[in-house]
């Protein structure tokens, strides 16, 4: 879920923690959601997509392509299956043909929003095997994500 940054608490992000570009400031993110800022997100996610996607919004952030284009996508998905994005990524993963299954890592030494409690989580995440993502929403996961679609589902 890298770090947390593909959960509901990134959907929307309070304006007292952005800075003047709109990103998130460090204060609000946990250490490893910093380490998936910088590294996954602005070092690898964000160059691929202007490269790859030719984006024409070079006055756009990364974080800003990231919440108008990942983001929505991902709350639109889960919004649809009335679960989290949390969810939603961890079904994505499960469905895709060569994973076997996914580990997820929580931390209760993180700051929470008040309707995220540690406590939470593990019934929210046990909704992952409620239900199915069809051909469209794996697509729209695949668009937004990146890479090659058929290395991991050997097509």
């Known amino acids: 879920l ?3 940054l593909l ?3 990134y959907s ?3 304006n007292s923690y ?9 204060s609000f993110m946990s250490k490893s959601e910093l380490w998936h800022y910088n590294n996954s997100l602005i070092k690898s996610w964000g160059p691929y997509h202007r490269r790859e996607r030719g ?12 919440q108008s284009n990942a983001m929505k996508t991902m709350e639109d998905i889960a919004y649809k299956h009335h679960v989290s994005i949390a969810s939603v990524i961890l079904r994505w993963s499960i469905q895709l043909e060569n994973v076997g299954s996914v580990v997820v890592g929580s931390s209760l030494n993180t700051n929470f929003d008040d309707d995220d409690r540690p406590y939470t989580r593990p ?6 095997f409620s239900f199915i993502l069809d051909e469209e929403d794996m697509e729209r996961l695949w668009n ?3 890479g090659d679609k058929t290395e991991h589902n050997g097509m």
Request: hydrophobic share 30%; proline share 5%; glycine share 12%.
């Open 55 to 66: 984006s024409r919004r070079g006055d756009e952030s990364t974080w800003q392509m990231f």
């Open 123 to 128: 019934n929210d995440l046990r909704k992952v």
């Open 7 to 9: 959960t509901n608490r």
């Open 12 to 14: 929307n992000v309070p």
């Open 2 to 4: 890298a770090g947390g």
């Open 18 to 26: 952005l800075n003047r570009s709109g990103e998130p400031v460090s």
């Open 144 to 146: 937004v994500a990146g």
